[in-house]
Nanobody, 119 residues
């Protein structure tokens, strides 16, 4: 049974940094390409960063390039998203799931973690 548990969100000042984490279980994490998604009310969930496996290639949506870094710890089945130079438009609920390349997300999603960027 796929389980994804996101954590690390909170309130951040404009220009600040935050790292969110995702603990994954119930599937072979190390062989799946993984991604971070975000969603704001009234909009569709969008993928913002992905990390392929096993080559470890990363890809980012233009709006976060140069500011966000996705990484993973395959030994601990954990996915990370380091977010720097945060902007108000980064305010969203952040989710992790399979993604990137030809990998579609699992049907099961975690509860997400809210990141709110304000002054």
């Amino acid at each position: 049974q796929v389980q994804l548990v996101e954590s690390g969100g909170g309130f951040v000042q404009i220009g600040g940094s935050r790292r969110v984490s995702c603990a994954a279980s119930g599937f072979t994490f190390r062989t799946d390409s993984m991604a971070w998604y975000r969603q704001v009310p009234g909009k569709e969930r969008e993928s913002v960063a992905s990390h392929t496996s096993p080559l470890g290639r990363t890809k980012y949506v233009d709006s976060v390039k140069g500011r966000f870094t996705i990484s993973r710890d395959n030994g601990n089945n954990t996915l990370y998203l380091q977010m720097n130079s945060l902007k108000p438009e980064d305010t969203a609920v952040y989710y992790c799931n399979r993604g990137g390349g030809s990998f579609a997300p699992y049907a099961s999603w975690g509860q997400g973690t809210q990141v709110t960027v304000s002054s």
